[in-house]
């Protein structure tokens, strides 16, 4: 079982999860073939602001345990609101020198916006 997790924009949720299927099928082949077991991939994509497909529900009853959408579709977005917080404080961030103000614009790289992921 490989499980794949992402949170792309709202648009793209049905488009990623065809993309992580396709794009790890030949390592599933692979397990496979080396290790003679059964293997499948199972993308848990939810949207940005928690849009999830269709078929998530029956990806998520393929994972032993118990899974609640409502805390994937939550962490997705508390993830989305702390990125934009974070971007969003380092772009803008305002110096005063006395009646002039400076707006700075900083960049902000992946280790930032991935420090959300749990």
């Not at 499980?3 to 099928?25: M, S």
């Not at 772009?91 to 614009?105: M, N, P, Q, S």
Request: proline share 3%.
């Amino acid at each position: 079982m490989s499980i794949n997790a992402a949170i792309p924009g709202n648009r793209n949720v049905t488009k990623r999860e065809a993309e992580k299927v396709l794009k790890h099928k030949d390592l599933i082949i692979e397990i496979q073939r080396m290790w003679n077991v059964k293997a499948t991939v199972i993308p848990v994509i939810t949207g940005a602001t928690g849009t999830i497909s269709k078929s998530l529900k029956q990806y998520l009853s393929n994972i032993p345990g118990k899974h609640e959408i409502k805390e994937l579709q939550k962490t997705a977005i508390l993830c989305t609101a702390h990125m934009l917080r974070k971007v969003l404080m380092l772009k803008y961030k305002t110096y005063f020198a006395g009646e002039i103000t400076l707006r700075v614009a900083q960049t902000v790289n992946t280790e930032q916006l991935q420090q959300c992921i749990p």
